[in-house]
Every structure is written in structure tokens, then in C-alpha cells.
């Protein structure tokens, strides 16, 4: 991670990838340090940084104190580091993390954000949400601020799904304080992030920044409870910047914290939701779920038959690669394509169906 010598020594981000963009590593840059000068139109101040961050000792005074507080640290060019985040305007170049990097890997992810001033019925609409999607196998984004966000890691934790919290400050600051136990069991269960450096107390200005992060791991973005003028307005709005869709839950409308959500929904910015099972439907999320538990039910030979049928397969094949009688084989085969695993083809050739 010697990249990161270079943002503590202040090159700029945009720097900072052009390099990362030429090398793969940070030690082949000074070997061709003239060259890239001239091709990324490097300040003398740049290759000045770049030469001395070789003995930048804040980056060891770091790094030790990641290793002691088990803290990880990706850049933009980890193979752990998310397409979809990745590909939004402004990317961070490094990530810090606490917990299961793993869940920044997968496909399906939803960002749920609303007002800290929650009420009962928001609450509702978070669980109402939740409790579809953690069915639904999507990990769940939010920015454990009060409120909304916390509900919503809550409800993920409380259904034993999978949830990412986006802090807007230092991966070392606990904020906000009273939500150190929940902050805790994300750790153990889920995975907190954050792009600010260590030590970086939260400030108003860093939450738009940070929003951009909760926008940008995930297909879409689901506004619960907002006032007109809302800070997860700025998230929304950040998603619909980057392609990605927005949904709302309705809400009263002489009510001011629905104001944001209705007005969102008013001008077709976002889409009407009423659960949780509306997204899955949005993106065929609900069919993939249900087919993944079904697989789960496969034992014994017949998970052997469906796991080496990859590819259409002629009746033989099959039996050789599973090493079965073939009244054997048939008989599973008949059993497998009843239950809609399989498809039978035409001269003794056989396809998956799920």
C-alpha cells in the first residue's frame, strides 16, 4: 500500500491516479519518474513530493498504527476495491475498512438513507425495506448517522444480513458516540469504511463527500423520511449524477419530514416504493434469490449431476464425469428436470435450466 505515501506527502488525487494509472506499482514510477513528468505534466513541486515520499516516516508511523488497531487500508487499484464505486466521477483513491472486505465484492447492493429526526413510521418503512432485501441477499449501505441510518444497520443486523456503514470522519473516530455498540457488531458482522485519514474529526463539509461513497457502491439509493431540504436529498441527487436510480417511500403530505421524499416522487425522480420486494422486483433481484436458495437444497448426487453440467451434455458425459450406473443416472436426471433444475434436449443431451 506504498501508494499512500503519496497523498501523505499532498500530491494531488488526480496525481496521484494518473501514477497509479502508468505503474501498477508504486516503486516502478521513480525508474521512469522523467518520462512520466512529460506525460502527465508533472509540476517540479509534483516530482519533488514524488522523490521524497520514498522517505516519508509518517507513512511507517501509520501503517503501524493500522496493524495494531487491525485497520486495512485498498487503493482504486485492489482487485477488492468495487467496480460500481470505481466508476463515479470522483472516486476515492484509498479506502479505509474495519470488517469483512469481502462484502465490498458483491452484486447486489441497496444504500437506504433518511433523516436523523426518524419517526415511528419511518422506522416501519426501514423494516419493511430491510427484512425484502436481507431476503433478498443485498447487502445493505447507510451512513451510521443517527436516525434512519441507524435503524437500518440495526434491522440488517437483526435479520442476520449483510450491511456496510460509510463513515463521514476517520475510521478511528467513533461518531456519533452512541452508536459505539452498534459501530461494534458492524465491525464483527458487516463492514465500516471510510475515505478520510486517520484522526479526521467529522465535519459538516465531510458528509456530502462521504455521500458520494454511500451512492456510489450501490444500484440505487432509498430515500426514507426527508425534509425538502434534506441531506439525503445531496445522496439522492449524487445518484441520479451517476446513472443510478433513486426510491422513496411516500409519506403524509402535510407532514414536513415526507416533504423530501414526496417532492423526489413528484418529479419522477425517484421511484414510489412501498417494500422492500419492489426493488427486487426493479432489477429480477427476487427471481436470482429464489433460485439461489432452491440450488441450496441440492445434495448428494444429484448436486454432483447439476454441478458438472456447466454445459450442454450428452447423456454419456455426464454419467463418465459423475461415475454412476446409468438406471442410475436417469433416474436423477428425470428427478432433476421435474423439479425444474434441468432441461432435457434432443438426442440425449442435457442443460441446467436455473
Given at each position: ?31 521512469d519518474l522523467d518520462k512520466l513528468t512529460n506525460m502527465l505534466n508533472l509540476t517540479t513541486d509534483d516530482t519533488r513530493l514524488i522523490e521524497n515520499s520514498k522517505y516519508c516516516e509518517k507513512y511507517l508511523e501509520v501503517m503501524d498504527y493500522l496493524e495494531r488497531n487491525r485497520i486495512g487500508l485498498i487503493s482504486i487499484n485492489d482487485y477488492r476495491y468495487p467496480d460500481s464505486l470505481k466508476n463515479i466521477a470522483k472516486p ?263
Amino acid at each position: 500500500m506504498e501508494w499512500y505515501r503519496l497523498k501523505l506527502m499532498g500530491l494531488k488525487n488526480s496525481k496521484i491516479r494518473a501514477l497509479m494509472g502508468c505503474n501498477k506499482r508504486y516503486k516502478d514510477i521513480f525508474a521512469d519518474l522523467d518520462k512520466l513528468t512529460n506525460m502527465l505534466n508533472l509540476t517540479t513541486d509534483d516530482t519533488r513530493l514524488i522523490e521524497n515520499s520514498k522517505y516519508c516516516e509518517k507513512y511507517l508511523e501509520v501503517m503501524d498504527y493500522l496493524e495494531r488497531n487491525r485497520i486495512g487500508l485498498i487503493s482504486i487499484n485492489d482487485y477488492r476495491y468495487p467496480d460500481s464505486l470505481k466508476n463515479i466521477a470522483k472516486p476515492p483513491l484509498f479506502l479505509f475498512y474495519k470488517g469483512n472486505i469481502e462484502l465490498l465484492s458483491k452484486n447486489k447492493m441497496i444504500s437506504i438513507v433518511g433523516t436523523r429526526r426518524s419517526t415511528k413510521y419511518g422506522e416501519l418503512c426501514c423494516e419493511r425495506a430491510v427484512k425484502d432485501l436481507v431476503d433478498g441477499e443485498v447487502v445493505v449501505v447507510s451512513g451510521l448517522a443517527l436516525g434512519i441510518d441507524s435503524i437500518v444497520h440495526k434491522e440488517v443486523l437483526k435479520y442476520k444480513g449483510n450491511t456496510i456503514a460509510v463513515l463521514g470522519c476517520g475510521i478511528d473516530i467513533f461518531y456519533p458516540r452512541t452508536n459505539i455498540k452498534l459501530r461494534d457488531e458492524i465491525e464483527r458482522k458487516g463492514l465500516v469504511i471510510s475515505e478520510f485519514p486517520i484522526g479526521m474529526r467529522p465535519t459538516p463539509k465531510n458528509f456530502p463527500i462521504r455521500n458520494r461513497i454511500i451512492a456510489g457502491l450501490s444500484k440505487g439509493t432509498v430515500v426514507v423520511e426527508s425534509s425538502s431540504k434534506g441531506g439525503s436529498l445531496i445522496t439522492a441527487s449524487i445518484s441520479l449524477e451517476e446513472g443510478r436510480d433513486v426510491f422513496a417511500f411516500p409519506g403524509d403530505v402535510t407532514y414536513p419530514l415526507s416533504q423530501g421524499c414526496n417532492e423526489l416522487i413528484k418529479l419522477s425522480q425517484a421511484k414510489l416504493i412501498v417494500s422492500g420486494e419492489d426493488i427486487l422486483n426493479e432489477y429480477s433481484w427476487l427471481k436470482i434469490s429464489e433460485d439461489g436458495k432452491k440450488l441450496n437444497k441440492l445434495i448428494g448426487i444429484k448436486l454432483k449431476i447439476y454441478s458438472v453440467l456447466k454445459t450442454k451434455m450428452h447423456l454419456e458425459e455426464i454419467r463418465k464425469e459423475v461415475s454412476c450406473e446409468t438406471s442410475e443416472l436417469l433416474s436423477n436426471l428425470m428427478e432433476l428436470e421435474i423439479e425444474g433444475y434441468i432441461q432435457s434436449l434432443p438426442a440425449g443431451h442435457y442443460r441446467r435450466r436455473l
